[in-house]
């Protein structure tokens, strides 16, 4: 039988290489891992986080209600359009205005057409009339129904006197 072999010395490059090793594998352990798109689910969507307050999927399921009730596939939200979607809500609410981002309305790369929809309920009305009052606008409306959009990002954001300022971003990532 042999003896065994005493350990090797712990130099700080062995150390630090060593912890640096750990490192990496935690972090490449917490990545999302990639799954096969679905036709509601772009690979942007994929990889953003999907939090979001409940106004915002009040705002969601509208559309996505507006869409069905009209033989429309129902679109997935893309967590950085959310994301992008809920800090111009704030501008507006901060501004108290309404006013339309430049193209691509917060649009991650890789898009072909972009639209975006941006309103404000009136002091005291519900997001349910605001969304009443996208659809009664042909073009908010439009942008609601159209087929192309393969990806939505929304923001809502409400102020001390209960007016939601709500924005909707529509993607297609289909090119």
Request: glycine share 8%; proline share 7%.
């Amino acid at each position: 039988m042999t003896a065994p072999t005493p350990p090797l010395p712990l130099t700080p490059r062995v150390v630090v290489a060593s912890a640096l090793l750990a490192v990496a594998l935690l972090i490449t352990s917490a990545l999302p891992t990639p799954a096969a798109a679905t036709p509601v689910e772009s690979t942007a969507a994929r990889l953003t986080p999907r939090v979001m307050s409940h106004g915002q999927r009040v705002v969601a399921d509208q559309v996505n209600r507006a869409r069905t009730a009209r033989d429309r596939r129902s679109i997935g939200t893309n967590g950085l359009m959310n994301s992008k979607a809920q800090n111009w809500a704030e501008h507006l609410r901060a501004c108290q205005c309404l006013q339309h981002r430049a193209a691509p309305f917060g649009t991650p790369p890789g898009w072909c057409a972009a639209a975006e929809n941006v309103g404000r309920s009136g002091n005291g009305n519900t997001l349910g009339e605001l969304h009443d009052a996208f659809m009664r606008s042909s073009g908010h409306r439009a942008n609601i129904l159209n087929t192309r959009w393969t990806d939505l990002g929304v923001g809502v954001a409400k102020d001390r006197h209960g007016e939601y300022f709500v924005v909707h971003a529509f993607a297609d990532f289909s090119c």
